[in-house]
C-alpha cells in the first residue's frame, strides 16, 4: 500500500507586463522531500498568452520557462543553481520575485502519489477550462 506523504506545489505564471499585475498560469511545480522529487510541468498557451498581451516575446518567455524543469533535474545542465541541494532548488523557484515568470505562493497537499498530483494540477490550474458539454438528450 502506498505511502501518503505531504508535498508542496506552487503555480508557475507568466506576467508579461509587471505592472499591470495579469497574468496567465503556465505551470506547476512540486517539491516533496521525503520522496527526493522536485519535478516541473510547463505548457504555455500561447494563444491565451497573445491574448493578454499581443506584444509578448513568446520565444523569449519559452526559453526561460524551459529553465524550470532543469532547474528541478539539477546537475550541471542547470548551472549553479542546479547544484544546490533539492531544498534549496525549490525555495529558489519560489522566491518572490517582480520579473516576467513568478510563482503562486507555495501551497501544501498530502497524498500517495505526487506526480499524480502534478498531472492533476496541470489540468486543473494550466489547461484552459473545457466548454461543459450539455447532457446527451433522454
Do not use: K
Request: neutral net charge; charged residues 25%; glycine residues 6%.
Amino acid at each position: 500500500m502506498p505511502t501518503r506523504c505531504s508535498f508542496d506545489y506552487a503555480i508557475v505564471r507568466v506576467v508579461p507586463h509587471v505592472e499591470r499585475e495579469e497574468f496567465i498560469n503556465a505551470g506547476v511545480i512540486v517539491f516533496c522531500g521525503s520522496q527526493d522529487l522536485l519535478r516541473a510541468r510547463i505548457e504555455l498557451d500561447e494563444a491565451r498568452l497573445l491574448a493578454l498581451a499581443p506584444d509578448a516575446d513568446v520565444a523569449l518567455i519559452r526559453l526561460h520557462l524551459g529553465v524550470i524543469p532543469r532547474i528541478c533535474a539539477g546537475g550541471p545542465d542547470a548551472g549553479a543553481i542546479g547544484e544546490l541541494p533539492l531544498r534549496e532548488r525549490w525555495h529558489w523557484l519560489v522566491a518572490t520575485r517582480s520579473t516576467i515568470l513568478q510563482t503562486s505562493p507555495p501551497h501544501a497537499g498530502v497524498g500517495d502519489a505526487p506526480e499524480e498530483a502534478l498531472e492533476r494540477l496541470v489540468e486543473t490550474v494550466v489547461r484552459a477550462p473545457r466548454a461543459r458539454r450539455p447532457p446527451p438528450p433522454r
